[in-house]
């Protein structure tokens, strides 16, 4: 069974190793916090869903000042609900990814796996859960990109960027490029999603390409809605520091 588990890990480009007991397993939570101290961090909240996130920050950061995207307007419109009276929240009824546009979102019946992709119907993981994971109904929504938003609102810089998109954070990351060559963005957490859930698939180097050039190295990953033992894994958060904020 150990053999069959590296196997896996293996076949995603890394190793496992053996570490003294001495180690605890990372707090991801606590460690935000522990590196981002300051009051009114800048936060962006990509892939808001009903705000759920917004109370996670809130409880890790000092007073953050959250940007939270979310392009599905019924859950939107929850997000607003329960926020708009915080002036330290500001709710976007509109995507992010790398070019202004407008395109189609397919909404899921959970809401949480709506995407700019098509389900893969074909899946494993999906035929066993097609009652979250139909598409209910195709929506045209708005799409900016980091660079310009930041732009417009005269926002200096990013301290913590959460990417929660169905795999269109690597969209949303070369929309990004200008802040991250200019070392505008401290912690990014990307979600990446390992099977092929979606019609699109990708991996970590279709991330990496974006980061790595750009003074962002990875410090853990935090695994989801995994079956190691079964052979199945699902996806992980990946928590990425700007080398040139923090030493690594």
Known sequence: MRNFIKKIINKFGYRISRVSKKYDLINFDELLGEKIKKQNPIIFDVGGNAGSS???????????????????????K??????????QVFCNNFALGNIIEERNFNITAASGKSSFYKINNDADWTKNRKFATSIISTEKVKVNTVDDYL????????????????????KILEGSLNSLKNNKIKIILVE??????????????????????????????????NNILKGSLFGADVYYFNKNYFKI
């Open 78 to 87: 929850i997000m607003k609900k329960n926020y708009h009276n915080d002036s």
């Open 192 to 225: 990446i999603i390992f099977n092929d859930y979606y019609e699109k698939y990708f991996t970590f180097s279709d991330i990496e390409k974006y980061l790595i050039p750009n003074n962002f190295r990875m410090v853990g990953i935090d695994l989801m809605n």
């Open 151 to 170: 732009r417009e609102r005269k926002i200096d810089s990013i301290d913590f960027m959460k990417l929660d998109t169905q795999l269109y954070e690597d």
């Open 54 to 76: 917004i109370k996670r920050f809130k409880k890790i950061f000092n007073k953050p000042i959250i940007h939270s995207f979310e392009p599905n307007k019924e859950v939107f």
